[in-house]
């Protein structure tokens, strides 16, 4: 594989790279670079991380040798699974199967525990979190603090999530990555890797950011002028906390159907439509897939749509209809989903960790 294509095989999908020009020149003079994506185990996993796992797959067919940090301790600070590390690592070993049962190669792919590695790096994980904190306004730090995945207000704000940035920036840092890769909402710590590289002594690191697909209730009526789409999304994306909008990967076909029912699908309106997102982000982002819509024929009959951008005209132009659009997304997703519903069913170490996660009091 040429530069160019291991460069588009990264790039593909994504919402930004900092910079292009970068990736291509690390192509071009490192045969193995360095990738990386923090996680925190922190609940169910929903239709989000097929995202990731897709960009993932991305990076190790385009040579990356890359780590899948299971962020425990960032998980701890932030009190997800009711602030419980028992069940924060049950959680991180749950990832694993998911991550494989949505097609990362178990073999191409280092899972590393966050405890693991602060206890194999010592004293120098601590040194490089305050050089990072010497080198970083507080008013910086805050502004970082969308990776927490919620907003709060500072009255309610523990100092524990302070410490949650630079410990990421940390993990960048340590790990020596050439590629550090999230979801738009790791943007903000990004960047401030890359600003404050050069007064801790490390490399800059490339960012690749995939969008954030956002929850089945949409935007709805909600006031967004003078935002930007960042901070649309932030604010509606979706969210295990918010099962009702959301989907898992590991639903059942009945499940799927009656939450794609419900979302949020306004006519003729591809913003924040999480129905066409799933259509754009997951489904068409599979090489050769068709979405096949089935109807009758005083409303059109069957329709074979080829490409997403096909998809999105038709329904701009109202061509299709939200109900035919739905039916005819929960039927795929059904059928794309399948591999994961069979996957824990037959792991018997999976299956019982994802019915333990089930148990587990819910994430805020």
């Known amino acids: 594989m040429d530069v160019e294509d291991r460069v588009k095989l990264v790039a593909r999908n994504t919402e930004e790279v900092v910079t292009l020009d970068e990736l291509r020149n690390l192509f071009e003079t490192t045969e193995r670079p360095k990738g990386y994506i923090g996680y925190e185990p922190s609940g169910l996993v929903h239709l989000g991380w097929v995202i990731t796992a897709n960009k993932v797959i991305d990076f ?21 699974l009711g602030g419980v590390l028992e069940n924060i690592r049950m959680c991180a070993k ?40 010497r080198s970083a306004t507080l008013m910086r730090i805050k502004r970082s603090l969308t990776i927490l995945g919620r907003k709060m207000e500072e009255a ?41 590289a050069p007064r801790v002594g490390r490399k800059k690191p490339i960012a690749v950011h995939t969008p954030l697909l956002s929850g089945l209730a949409g935007v709805g009526r909600m006031d967004i002028a003078g935002k930007s789409r960042e901070e649309v999304l932030l604010d509606t994306k979706m969210s295990k906390s918010l099962p009702e909008t959301c989907i898992f990967v590991h639903d059942s076909p009945d499940d799927i159907r009656k939450k794609i029912r419900q979302a949020y699908c306004p006519p003729k309106d591809v913003a924040f439509n999480p129905v066409m997102e799933i259509n754009k982000y997951l489904l068409f982002a599979r090489d050769g ?13 069957d329709l074979v749509v080829e490409s997403y951008s096909e998809l999105e005209q038709l329904y701009l132009k109202g061509e299709l209809h939200p109900l035919d659009l739905k039916n005819a997304t929960a039927d795929a997703l059904i059928e794309f989903l399948k591999p994961v ?8 170490e999976a299956k019982k960790l994802l019915e333990k996660m089930k148990t587990i009091k819910k994430t805020r």
């Open 341 to 348: 519903r069979e996957y824990f069913e037959r792991n018997s």
């Open 94 to 133: 749950y990832m694993e199967h998911t991550f494989t049962a949505l097609g990362v190669p178990r073999d191409k792919v280092r899972y590393l525990l966050a405890t693991k590695f602060v206890e194999d790096m010592g004293a120098e994980y601590l040194e490089m979190m305050i050089r990072i904190a």
């Open 156 to 196: 309610e704000m523990k100092f524990s999530m302070l410490i949650y940035p630079p410990m990421q920036a940390a993990d960048v840092f340590l790990l020596d990555v050439d590629v550090a890769y999230g979801g738009m909402d790791q943007r903000s710590v990004h960047m401030l890797c890359r600003d404050i």
């Open 60 to 80: 190790i067919e385009a040579g990356f040798d890359f780590t899948i940090l299971l962020a425990d301790l960032h998980a701890y600070a932030n009190e997800k």
């Open 289 to 301: 897939f068709t979405l096949e819509i089935r109807r009758p024929e005083k409303y059109g009959g």
